[in-house]
């Protein structure tokens, strides 16, 4: 049987194994109890009531006349200026740096974990895939010690400067994200592809020819879910960009000047200062924190979501 004409059988065993479509009667013996109603609901009360407490504190601030708010470009206190925006576009482009190299490099290592077939590999394969689970248990300051001490003077060789910058802290930053993108998704697709390996082995394919041609185009929702969590965390570290990226108030113009992330500012702000005008700015920025993260999250759903519309009219024509 050629490779073609396999791939169209597993694709119609895949379809016939589903349930059939209709009307079917609910089931409510597994209904879950009121203790789980009443967790649930709490969880989503304080959530809510943690985007209340910050729009409200964040209002005054916002509402502040003259160029001296928190929503300007300039942030220098003894004038005066409060702006907090220079933060904002350093910690998206801090968090796009570390997501642009950390995320592809998440789904190769998940991919070759999975796929890896020789025999003479596999003591390595269960070696990297114990090291990937131990990175998520070390702390982050263990990894900006060691940054500070081995990456910034090769840094600072090859593009000048002190060697804490943009380009310092994204590279550490993808050493944080990584295990935890690998982790989803190896959680995602082993399910799937352990599924498809009696038949599609069976078939002549190999479990990286499983993994490309069937497991990968349907696992959309596990791929954006891995992107959000490791943007949602490249973006809220602290102590990272705080110790590599230099903490220049400014607007980063390349990978090589210093800039001070969202997280970091807040961090620094709040040591130094109770109350005044430079300290209400941290509820502004806990609010664009928040907000990135929710408008990060939603937009990668509703991919999701057109990507699986589009998949099943594909499917049904």
């Not at 920025?285 to 990668?300: E, H, K, P, Q, Y």
């Not at 509703?302 to 990507?307: A, D, E, F, I």
Request: glycine share 10%; proline share 6%.
């Amino acid at each position: 049987m050629s490779k073609n004409r396999a791939q169209a059988t597993l694709q119609g065993g895949s379809a016939a194994a589903l349930p059939p479509a209709g009307p079917q009667t609910a089931d409510h013996t597994d209904s879950p109890g009121l203790a789980l109603r009443l967790s649930v609901w709490v969880a989503v009360l304080a959530v809510a009531l943690l985007f209340v407490m910050v729009v409200m504190a964040a209002l005054p601030a916002i509402k502040l006349p003259g160029p001296g708010g928190p929503l300007d470009w300039v942030w220098q206190p003894a004038q005066g200026r409060f702006g907090i925006l220079p933060m904002c576009v350093g910690s998206l482009a801090l968090a796009a740096v570390a997501l642009l190299l950390g995320w592809p490099l998440a789904v190769g290592l998940c991919c070759w974990l999975l796929t890896e077939e020789c025999s003479a590999l596999q003591p390595l394969v269960r070696f990297v895939e114990a090291l990937v689970r131990f990175m998520t248990t070390v702390p982050t300051v263990v990894y900006g010690f060691a940054a500070v001490f081995l990456l910034t003077p090769f840094a600072r060789a090859l593009l000048g400067g002190t060697g804490m910058c943009l380009a310092a802290a994204g590279v550490m930053l993808v050493l944080l994200i990584l295990p935890t993108m690998t982790l989803i998704l190896m959680a995602g697709l082993r399910p799937r592809l352990e599924g498809l390996c009696p038949w599609g082995l069976a078939m002549g394919f190999s479990r990286f020819d499983l993994v490309r041609l069937f497991v990968l185009p349907r696992s959309g929702r596990n791929l954006a879910s891995a992107a959000v969590l490791g943007f949602g965390r490249a973006v809220g570290d602290t102590l990272i960009p705080l110790m590599l990226a230099g903490n220049a108030t400014h607007v980063p113009g390349g990978l090589a000047e210093s800039m001070r992330s969202l997280t970091a500012h807040m961090a620094l702000v709040t040591a130094n200062e109770v109350g005044g005008a430079a300290y209400n700015s941290l509820f502004v920025a806990g609010l664009v924190l928040l907000a990135v993260n929710t408008a990060a999250s939603l937009a990668l759903r509703r991919l999701v979501r057109q990507k699986d519309a589009t998949a099943q009219r594909e499917a049904s024509a």
